[in-house]
């Protein structure tokens, strides 16, 4: 009898250790919070893979101050997309302390010289994220600004006059134009 309750034991034991395996094996389904504190490996955090391309000309040969956001809060991701690369930069401090709970408002803060070589460690990207931003700060105006998902691998362009983002995954495009240049050949008329 006493191999018969060793072998219910282990059973039950094998089951539970399994459940509690599929739980980690997929960080971006919802785990319990009861779980994620628990146990080790639950906690649903991501690495993010970010690759880097500057253009030889960027920023008018100048140097790029670039920062990568993310945010928990729904609403103060909406207020970010409202703001320029500008805006952001003169009130960065002031959005950390009005959102003290934001604990990836700065994921990453960088400045790059054009054609610079650059290689980026896979970021955290805590459970809780919802979403992100990339905001690089150009001389010129414009908004240089720039969404992107936390949890899929994204290429960065810094360009002559603007920045773009597109999918890892994806064959690199070339980014489209900045939106203030026209492109269409107009006549000089006399």
């Known amino acids: 009898m006493g191999k018969w309750c060793l072998c219910w034991q282990l059973l039950v034991y094998s089951i539970g250790f399994a459940f509690l395996i599929?739980?980690?094996?997929?960080?971006?389904?919802?785990?319990?919070?009861?779980?994620?504190?628990?146990?080790p490996g639950a906690s649903g955090e991501t690495k993010l893979d970010v690759r880097v391309h500057i253009s030889p000309a960027a920023n008018r040969n100048n140097p790029v101050a670039v920062d990568l956001v993310l945010v928990t809060d729904k609403k103060l991701l909406k207020e970010l997309m409202k703001m320029s690369a500008r805006d952001w930069f003169a009130q960065k401090h002031q959005v950390q302390l009005d959102y003290p709970k934001e604990k990836d408002l700065t994921a990453g803060s960088w400045e790059w010289v054009p054609g610079q070589s650059v290689k980026l460690d896979r970021l955290n990207v805590r459970y809780e994220i919802v979403g992100g931003v990339v905001f690089a700060n150009y001389l010129n105006e414009g908004v240089h600004r720039a969404s992107i998902d936390p949890r899929k691998p994204f290429l960065l362009t810094l360009g002559e006059d603007d920045l773009c983002v597109q999918s890892s995954k994806q064959p690199t495009k070339p980014c489209p134009a900045p939106k203030s240049v026209v492109t269409s050949s107009a006549t000089k008329r006399d």
């Open 22 to 39: 599929s739980l980690t094996a997929c960080p971006a389904a919802k785990v319990p919070k009861a779980v994620r504190s628990t146990i």
